[in-house]
């Protein structure tokens, strides 16, 4: 994780930390599976960013369930699985992200550098998050992460079975913090 933070910041992209990454980084004891980021969504950032997923040779994850996500009436957000059509194979196969989109950015993608889920506002956008995160230091990289509010809002609807324990302790820290 480190490595791709530091092509991150090297590149200039501006960014977020999100989900298991973040959780881990505010104390929470669990090895992330992929590294979580929310970027700025203008246009400059977004080349930035390409040029580093570029640069690691990141693609989208053959074996990643296809789907989309749908928006009840009440601003929920769910993610529903469906079985691939022959487009979705092919754009998988030769997808390339496009600065002036920010929704090609939006898929979980491995690389020489391990898992990266790009998510532009799945969780929230970059500059409804940068006012709350919290910078940390990751192996001598200054890096933002999503606050412990933004995570719990987004840990607890939907609710997630995997998600119950990092919730306990993210309060216990949440409280920890406070009272200190």
Known sequence: MSALLQLLNDEGVRYVVTGSAAAMLHGVPLEPGDLDITPALDRDNLARLARVLEA??????????????????????????????????AARASWKPDPADPASFDHLLQSRHGAIDVVPTVSRSYDQLIPQAAVTEVDGQQVWIESIADLLTT??????????????QLRAIQRAREDS
């Open 155 to 168: 840990l607890t609807v939907p609710r997630r079975q995997k998600d119950r324990g990092r919730v306990e």
């Open 56 to 89: 690691i040779d990141a693609r989208q994850d053959p074996d990643a369930p296809f789907g989309d996500w749908k928006i009840d009436t009440d601003g929920e957000q769910h993610w529903i699985e469906r079985k691939p059509t022959p487009e979705d194979i």
